[in-house]
C-alpha cells in the first residue's frame, strides 16, 4: 500500500519504519530535514521536506497517488487541516488523524474522519493500570 505520513516525530517515525518492515511503500513528510534522523536505520522509504497545509507540498510528496494518510504532527490543528485536504481535495482513501484534545478529537470524528486521541487512550490504560493490577491488565 502507499502511504504518506505527515510528522515525523516519534510517533511519525515509529508509523513510518513499522509499515516499512511490513513492506509498504511510505513516504515521510515534515517541515524539517533533521526530524529524519527519527526514522529506523535501513527505512527505505522517502523523505519528503514540506508543510502538510500545503497542497504543493502535498504533491511532490505524492498525495496524488497514496492509499492513506497519517496526519501525526504535534498540532491538532495542522493534523486536521492536512487530513481535510487530504480527504476532500485528493480523494485519499483512509485518512488517519491525532488529535490530542479530546473534545476536538470527537467533534473532528463526527466530521467524518479517523481519528485518535492519545490524551484518551493514555488515561483509560493508566486508569486500567491502576484498577486492574498493572500494564498486563491493561492490554500489554
Given at each position: 500500500m502507499k502511504i504518506l505520513i505527515?510528522?515525523?516525530?516519534?510517533?511519525?517515525?515509529?508509523?513510518?519504519?513499522?509499515?516499512d518492515?511490513?513492506?509498504?511503500?511510505?513516504t515521510v513528510l515534515d517541515i524539517n530535514q533533521s526530524a529524519f534522523r527519527r526514522l529506523p536505520e535501513g527505512?527505505?522509504?522517502?523523505?519528503?521536506?514540506?508543510?502538510?497545509?500545503?497542497?504543493p507540498a502535498l504533491e511532490r510528496a505524492g498525495i496524488q497517488d497514496v492509499e492513506?494518510?497519517?496526519?501525526?504532527?504535534?498540532?491538532?490543528?495542522?493534523?486536521?487541516?492536512?487530513?481535510?485536504?487530504?480527504?476532500?481535495v485528493y480523494g485519499v482513501k483512509r485518512v488517519l488523524c491525532r488529535i490530542y484534545d479530546p473534545v476536538?478529537?470527537?467533534?473532528?470524528?463526527?466530521m467524518g474522519l479517523e481519528t485518535f486521541s492519545?490524551?484518551?487512550?493514555?488515561?483509560q490504560i493508566m486508569a486500567d493500570m491502576l484498577l486492574k493490577g498493572g500494564p498486563a491488565a491493561a492490554g500489554r
Amino acid at each position: 500500500m502507499k502511504i504518506l505520513i505527515m510528522g515525523c516525530g516519534r510517533l511519525g517515525a515509529r508509523l513510518a519504519g513499522t509499515l516499512d518492515a511490513q513492506g509498504h511503500d511510505v513516504t515521510v513528510l515534515d517541515i524539517n530535514q533533521s526530524a529524519f534522523r527519527r526514522l529506523p536505520e535501513g527505512f527505505r522509504g522517502r523523505r519528503a521536506v514540506g508543510n502538510g497545509m500545503d497542497g504543493p507540498a502535498l504533491e511532490r510528496a505524492g498525495i496524488q497517488d497514496v492509499e492513506a494518510f497519517f496526519a501525526v504532527t504535534q498540532g491538532d490543528n495542522r493534523n486536521y487541516f492536512a487530513s481535510q485536504l487530504a480527504r476532500e481535495v485528493y480523494g485519499v482513501k483512509r485518512v488517519l488523524c491525532r488529535i490530542y484534545d479530546p473534545v476536538r478529537e470527537q467533534i473532528f470524528r463526527e466530521m467524518g474522519l479517523e481519528t485518535f486521541s492519545p490524551t484518551s487512550i493514555g488515561a483509560q490504560i493508566m486508569a486500567d493500570m491502576l484498577l486492574k493490577g498493572g500494564p498486563a491488565a491493561a492490554g500489554r
